[in-house]
């Protein structure tokens, strides 16, 4: 069976300092990954795609598949970059599921 | 460009009741998704649709019922509402290999 797991449910880390987002995946087949941004009550909008190897806001994710991890890293953390994070997994088979973890909510002390 | 929409937005309802939340998405996916999100439990599949005239379930699907109505529009259906269904719910769709899900504004739901 296919799962994600984000392992922690709060992550606090002062203005300034880096910051990991752990995220695990559980999957036989070739994984796509994401990471999911969620602003106080506002809808889940996507950050990064493993597929792109992008950089957005300063965040990047490196998807290691020897670990099955897709951790989320920012060198710099800012106050706006308070918020709620989930990483995704769709699944490439027929249907397309997409599953997501249970989150890691993000507070940046000032 | 709409995206995904939802409505309602808001709904309360009493125990018993039925009733449909609405999805239509506006971008030519075939997939289609519904997901319910409860604090520490993160976002959960309810019944998800890989294209118009198929259905299936996610990890909990207990309780509801889904109609992909055509390629735009994803349906889910409270037939009986329970106080363990309070909670928000969103819609996503999504296309082929590659791209990532697109979700609605999220319907809060709250059952009394």
């Known amino acids: 069976a296919q799962r994600v797991t984000q392992p922690e449910k709060l992550l606090s880390v002062f203005k300034g300092a880096p910051v990991e987002l752990k995220c695990n995946y559980s999957y036989s087949g070739s994984p796509e990954l994401f990471w999911y941004v969620q602003y106080s009550r506002q809808r889940l909008q996507l950050l990064l795609r493993?597929?792109s190897r992008e950089s957005i806001k300063g965040f990047t994710a490196d998807l290691n598949k020897g670990e099955t991890s897709f951790h989320l890293k920012k060198p710099f953390a800012q106050e706006e970059d308070s918020a709620m994070y989930y990483c995704a997994l769709k699944v490439r088979n027929r249907d397309d599921k997409i599953i997501f973890g249970k989150g890691t909510r993000l507070h940046i002390l000032p | 460009n709409a995206g995904v929409t939802q409505t309602p937005k808001f709904q309360v309802l009493k125990t018993g009741q039925s009733m449909t939340l609405q999805c239509a998405q506006d971008?030519?996916?075939?997939?289609m998704y519904w997901y319910r999100q409860d604090p520490g439990m993160g976002l959960r599949l309810i019944y998800y649709?890989?294209?118009?005239?198929?259905?299936d379930k996610g990890e909990v699907p207990n309780g509801y019922n889904v109609s992909r109505l055509n390629k735009r529009e994803f349906s889910l259906r409270l037939e009986s509402a329970a106080p363990s269904q309070t909670s928000v719910y969103f819609c996503a769709s999504s296309g082929g290999i590659g791209t990532e899900a697109f979700f609605g504004q999220g319907t809060r739901l709250t059952v009394v």
């Open positions: 649709s890989a294209s118009e005239g198929t259905t």
């Open positions: 971008m030519n996916h075939n997939s």
């Open positions: 493993h597929i």
